[in-house]
């Protein structure tokens, strides 16, 4: 099976800052990548589909790229209420497997 | 809009049973795929099983392959995961999600719902 690996596994930086979280593939998925918030206490919610294309509602601070087996979220100026879990998945086929989160708090 | 509202949660002790279930509203369930992933504390998202909105097409992680089964009673809108053989691993909070339904490979969650806690202990 295909391992999902995130980097870093925890991260903080200041409001305004620039922030990017990275996910690897052991093997090619194409653009078959999804990218999620989990915020303290509530269900995941999706942010990106195929590497790079926001889901409806995501502010545009939040950018996907990647294809193959590199990927990044890109989160281009650090607000209070992205504190989160950020998860990564991948969708080519099942098992439909996730990263193991990055935890992203406010310095 | 969209509302996954699971239930069925609890205390179970190793080697029993429990049967989840969630119910859907605000889309047309039956022409969903639909998912459950799990959560143990603290810990990260591990999907375990997927569903087609016919029954035809059905997948399960090694994990729970054998001892879990997924079903819908499209009807009623309702998915369902039967548990059997738990096991103190098998202790996470359950989510059920809707696949995007944009199109055949589009395996991802949009929705989900808010999750029930199933604790295995003695």
């Known amino acids: 099976d295909i391992q999902m690996t995130q980097s870093p596994s925890s991260l903080s930086a200041s409001v305004g800052d620039r922030v990017t979280i990275t996910c690897r593939a052991s093997?090619?998925?194409?653009?078959?990548l999804a990218w999620y918030q989990q915020q303290p206490g509530k269900a995941p919610k999706l942010l990106i589909s195929?590497?790079?294309t926001l889901h409806s509602g995501v502010p545009s601070r939040f950018r996907g790229s990647g294809s193959g087996t590199d990927f990044f979220l890109t989160i281009s100026s650090l607000q209070p209420e992205d504190v989160a879990t950020y998860y990564c998945?991948?969708?080519?086929?099942?098992?439909?497997?996730f990263g193991q989160g990055t935890k992203l708090e406010i310095k | 809009q969209v509302q996954l509202v699971e239930s069925g949660g609890g205390l179970v002790k190793p080697g029993g049973s429990l049967r989840l279930s969630c119910a859907a509203s605000?889309?047309?369930?039956?022409?969903?795929?639909m998912s459950w992933i799990r959560q143990a504390p603290g810990k990260g998202l591990e999907w375990i099983a997927y569903?087609?909105?016919?029954?035809?097409?059905?997948h399960y992680a090694d994990s729970v392959q054998g001892r879990f089964i997924i079903s819908r009673d499209n009807a009623k809108n309702s998915l369902f995961l039967q548990m059997n053989s738990l096991r103190a691993d098998d202790t996470a909070v359950y989510y059920c999600?809707?696949?995007?339904?944009?199109?055949?490979?589009?395996?991802?969650?949009?929705?989900w719902g808010q999750g029930t806690l199933v604790t295995v202990s003695s």
């Open positions: 999600a809707r696949r995007d339904p944009a199109g055949p490979h589009t395996d991802y969650f949009d929705f």
């Open positions: 605000g889309f047309s369930f039956g022409d969903n795929f």
């Open positions: 569903i087609s909105g016919d029954d035809y097409t059905i």
């Open positions: 093997q090619g998925i194409s653009n078959y």
């Open positions: 195929a590497a790079s």
């Open positions: 998945q991948k969708y080519n086929s099942a098992p439909f497997t």
